[in-house]
């Protein structure tokens, strides 16, 4: 009985959580422009709703009455479930919490006036206090034996230390800076143009989220400024972003959100927080894989360029060796969003140094403008115009995001290990992908991640996946194989 | 500090509603097919968490420790409020309100295979059971002063006692029977036609909704199977149907739709129950006002005509006179919601004695069907052909909604009521009508019905904003008028 009222409690938490989803994507998507206020207030009443919830100290009376050795280990899960929730919940003190949510909504609002004027100097204040509230939040949440900084990253990543993830994601450098080097002695492809109407694109990107085996009578396609994916099993939803001069945009950030809600559909016990995603970093695995992996492999050029040429009339590019060539096209730049796949972890990589030091206290705020140009050039040989597209690129910071930008990376580590075992085991996948018969490849990922929920750390889960340990040399392997070929290295 | 502890109580509890509110409309128009069971679990979840909130024994505690002298009327009303939801909440037991959710969900289950039979018997056991459920329901609400049928009217006419109602309402049968009488002898109006493709339609709809005084940037207009408005002040969205072949549907619901809406927009105290709206009667006086007593006027038609004469190619009327006409056609039919103004009380009527019937138990559900054939021939002069036409026709008794038609003729009535005052006090109503500057209008309504809460009973708040108590003389009056004019009787 006991067990049963904690379930009913976890199961009742989770579908609470669903409906602040819902209302998250209808915020985004639907929402009429003067609902903004009255659904900030809704969002803050339906979070303290959970946030009573999860700290409710029932729940650790239940769990305390369980004989743990009992249950299965879905069911433990749960209950391990229960106990991080009560603790994330109950570490904060409510005054912080309320001052954190405060700051991070007035942090974006300078965020976004310091963007207009292209002064890091106007947000500056408002980041200075972000990070000192993020500071104190840290001191609650860590258990000691890690730094400040492993209390904010296990929110996004559960369990992962930053003295793991720190190597891990540096050992990424040299190797991504030679390879950037190396390519930008040649010369680069053709790039892609055309004129793609927004109709012709939609249905484009129906037909490919269609041909990943996206399950439309349980899921939606629209359009948002920031393409994402939310909702849960039977009801997960993805947003893209059109532009009528460059089709990549809407095709790959198509690709990117039916990734994350394939996850999301695959998920076997969705209603409770075992059967819930691993981490970001996985649920990144998962998009990034089927937009690069898949999406930017020869093979869907050549499943692609069909599409493209017959539905768009002056589509410029002659053939699946272009489209690819195209589509891969390595540039140095200065944004992370529309980074390709050799620079995107170098932006990552500078974000969460930069991070790491500012809530360890050996980075000032005030020096941070000034540390980001000179590490930027220092890794992409150019140095960033202005703060727009420097420091003030991303929202994230003045959101209170601190410990989310090394799940980037986690995710494109995680990709290319799963890529890796998967066509050892698929070995035609090569062929799956160029006739549009995918079933196979999402099977794979349904057994070996989707179904899995949190029953085992993220780490756990992809050395059983794909019985090696998680680490670079996958995904420095599939870079270099890769764009070896392409640039003729 | 006791008082702002329960309005802090209360204003999450409305955010949460509101909530459920938004969750409702995307299940209506853009949830994925297969999210219907998932929703209702969500919808399940915050409906028990509001519950909770609503029966929480502190709020008690803290009206007994207020002196409500000291307050205002406006915070004495919301105490009222709280204490009126607390005795809902938790006069029913919860075994009986879970299996009132059960049969009102299993009870719309029979009722579509019954409808699909065509086969009242099919439905009859489950109403049985709704009525039984409602039956207990009704004596735990009861105050012991009126019968079993006072206790679910309350639900949706705050105060509202049968004794009154039910002479009120049954006065309107002889008037209106004797005019559908004599208006049957004479000859029908020319009836509209034409081709009405839907994006024209819905064109048409936004440019009435937005002479009407509705705010696009407060909300949103969409198509869904059955119209309905939903959402709160800055978010109240509404939703309209399209018959390609007859643009009345789709005219005469957005009017209906938006009159909610503007009712929505225009509250004063959006945040709490003192500032909600005041009963189910006085939010269809709204809908109705701006779709009959506008609406269906000849100024109305005579803005309306060129509108639509320009846009539809084949539209066959001549000249305002005739929509005027077409839109007033009174012709005897089965259906209540395709019913004319003439005939819609007849309808409510038929429904209202019945269930008061079921409910104090002097008809049992086996003799319903034939009760209402019976009664419906008395009323209408023919007989229903079967019982998709009759008895079958309305969700309302599968769902368990028993208590609630009364309030679409109460709100028939008050919107008779508000139309003669606002008559005398804007004389030049018709004008602004014809020349679609509405605004007078709405303001009058803004600021004796819309921003005034629930600080008013129903009956009070007519009294107070036309002068007079509610009756039915002015809507008698008014359809005398109207249709003696129009059929030369």
């Known amino acids: 009985m006991t067990f049963d009222h904690l379930i009913d409690h976890l199961r009742q938490t989770s579908l609470l959580l669903q409906i602040a989803e819902t209302s998250h994507w209808d915020q985004e998507t639907v929402m009429p422009e003067k609902g ?87 947000f500056a204040p408002a980041l200075k206090r972000n990070v000192a509230l993020k500071r104190e939040e840290a001191a609650c949440l860590t258990d000691g034996e890690g730094g400040l900084y492993d209390g904010l990253l296990d ?54 989220a269609e041909t990943m085996g996206y399950d439309f009578k349980a899921g939606r396609l629209d359009i948002s400024v ?5 909702g849960a099993v039977s009801d997960a939803r993805i947003t893209t972003r059109i532009d009528e001069a460059d089709i990549q945009f809407c095709l790959f950030s198509t690709m990117h959100e039916v990734g994350h809600a394939l996850y999301t559909q695959g998920a076997a016990h969705p209603y409770l927080p075992a059967g819930d995603y691993c981490s970001m970093g996985l649920h990144e695995s998962q998009s990034r894989f089927w937009e690069n992996q898949i999406g930017r492999s020869h093979s869907f050029a050549e499943w692609l360029y069909p599409l493209v040429s017959s539905r768009f009339a002056d589509f410029n590019l002659r053939g699946p060796d272009e489209l690819y060539a195209a589509v891969n096209h390595v540039q140095t730049g200065f944004v992370r ?23 360890d ?52 580590i995680y990709s290319a290990c799963l890529d890796e075992a998967m066509r050892a085991e698929l070995p035609d ?35 059983e996946a794909t019985g090696m340990q998680p680490s670079t040399r996958p995904l420095i392997d599939y870079l270099e194989t890769k764009f070896g070929a392409l640039y003729d290295l």
């Open 429 to 463: 996948r090569d062929a799956m992908v160029r006739t549009g018969e995918t079933a196979p490849i999402l099977d794979w990922l349904r057994s070996r991640v989707h179904s899995r929920g949190r029953l085992l750390s993220p780490q756990e889960l992809i050395a």
């Open 337 to 359: 969003t529309e980074a390709d796949e050799v620079h995107y972890n170098l932006h990552i990589l500078l974000r969460f140094e930069l991070e790491l030091e500012l809530i």
């Open 226 to 230: 920031h393409p994402f994916s939310s």
């Open 36 to 122: 903004a206020s009255l659904r900030a207030e809704q969002m803050g009443a339906l979070a303290a709703t959970i946030h009573t919830r999860q700290s409710d100290p029932q729940v650790m009376e239940w769990i305390s009455e369980l004989n743990l050795e009992e249950l299965s280990p879905f069911d433990r899960c749960n209950v391990e479930q229960a106990r991080r929730q009560y603790e994330k919940a109950t570490r904060i003190p409510k005054s912080l919490a309320e001052a954190s949510a405060k700051a991070a909504s007035e942090g974006q609002v300078q965020w976004v006036e310091a963007r207009k004027q292209n002064d890091y100097a106007v």
């Open 361 to 412: 206290g050996s980075l000032e705020t005030e020096d941070l403008e000034e540390t980001w140009n000179v590490r930027f050039e220092r890794d992409f040989g150019i140095a960033p115009p202005d703060a727009r597209l420097g420091v003030l690129q991303d929202v994230h910071w003045s959101a209170g995001l601190i410990g989310y930008f090394p799940t980037y990376s986690l995710g494109n």
């Open 155 to 208: 929110s996004y990543e559960p369990g992962a230390r930053t003295a793991e993830v720190k190597p891990l994601l540096e050992s990424l450098r040299p190797a991504l800076v030679s390879l950037r080097e190396r390519i930008q002695e040649k010369p680069a492809p053709r790039s892609l143009s055309g004129s793609f109407p927004e109709p012709d694109q939609l249905e484009l990107a129906r037909t490919v």
